[in-house]
């Protein structure tokens, strides 16, 4: 089983990644693969999308049942602005009530997500509960990083 994402190097114009069911706990190595199209890793041990490449052909990302609890991860993929699938199904985070509505709201090319086509009345939602809302993290950035509770 793999363990860690290595050895594509000379892979210059990789457009799909699969290695799913393996034992991989970290995304890494992926920085210069700028054509990689799909990536497929479920069925691993990630736990964070810390750090995620920046993949601007990116389109399709499958990290179902790892092990991603918060949903502020989303955070660090939301740079991928070509994404139109993601699938993050049987990760703690998907229980948040708030899920699939802050995902949408999110990546607004997104076409499916887990599987589920995305419905325009639920990207007129989201933007009813997310535009103008002045979330800890927009808030974090205005204080130049500064906890809230220290200001």
């Given at each position: ?13 990789l457009?799909?990644?699969e290695?799913?069911?393996?034992k ?8 210069n ?6 990536i ?22 499958y ?8 949903i ?11 994404l139109?699938?993601?699938?993050i ?19 607004n090319?997104?076409?499916?997500l887990?599987g ?28 130049n ?7």
């Amino acid at each position: 089983m793999i363990q860690r994402i290595t050895g594509l190097e000379n892979l210059e114009k990789l457009q799909k990644l699969e290695l799913g069911m393996n034992k991989i706990s970290r995304i890494e190595n992926l920085d210069n693969k700028k054509d990689l199209l799909n990536i497929s890793l479920e069925d691993n041990q990630i736990s964070t999308l810390e750090n995620f490449p920046n993949l601007p052909n990116l389109m399709e990302l499958y990290l179902g049942n790892n092990q991603i609890q918060n949903i502020k991860e989303i955070k660090n993929i939301k740079g991928l602005c070509k994404l139109i699938i993601l699938c993050i199904s049987g990760n703690t985070l998907t229980k948040d009530l708030n899920y699939r509505t802050y995902v949408i709201f999110n990546f607004n090319k997104l076409k499916v997500l887990d599987g589920i086509p995305i419905e325009q009345h639920e990207q007129q939602i989201s933007k009813e509960m997310f535009v103008g809302r002045l979330t800890e993290e927009v808030l974090s950035k205005r204080l130049n990083g500064h906890k809230i509770s220290t200001v």
